[in-house]
Nanobody, 123 residues
Framework: QVQLVESGGGLVQAGGSLRLSCAAS????????MGWFRQAPGKERELVAA????????YYKDSVKGRFTISRDNAKNTGYLQMNSLKPEDTAVYYC????????????????WGQGTQVTVSS
């Protein structure tokens, strides 16, 4: 098993940036593909970005392409989501997730989830 803890959320003005971190503990982080999801009030959870075990393959939701970057540092057991040019519609609770599948996994089929971190973008 792996435990995930997100950090780095907060309040930012439109056009600003945030970097989310996902610290993993438990089994070797490099054996898991990971993803970042978000859920806004009244909406379903959606995949924002996903990355393979080694970080060589990445996937992005169309609306964040060119603005968000997913990465990972397996030596530090940490995943990241760099978010630039933030928009009010990016406001949501952001979750990191992990799966033992090679990835990137573009469905919600992840076995392990963090508790989420709030991102609020003001206009």
């Amino acid at each position: 098993q792996v435990q995930l803890v997100e950090s780095g959320g907060g309040l930012v003005q439109a056009g600003g940036s945030l970097r989310l971190s996902c610290a993993a503990s438990g089994r070797t982080f490099s054996t898991y593909a990971m993803g970042w999801f978000r859920q806004a009030p009244g909406k379903e959870r959606e995949l924002v970005a996903a990355i393979s075990r080694t970080g060589s393959i990445r996937y992005y939701k169309d609306s964040v392409k060119g603005r968000f970057t997913i990465s990972r540092d397996n030596a530090k057991n940490t995943g990241y989501l760099q978010m630039n040019s933030l928009k009010p519609e990016d406001t949501a609770v952001y979750y990191c997730a992990a799966t033992s599948r090679p990835g990137p996994v573009t469905t919600t089929d992840y076995a392990y989830w963090g508790q989420g971190t709030q991102v609020t973008v003001s206009s």
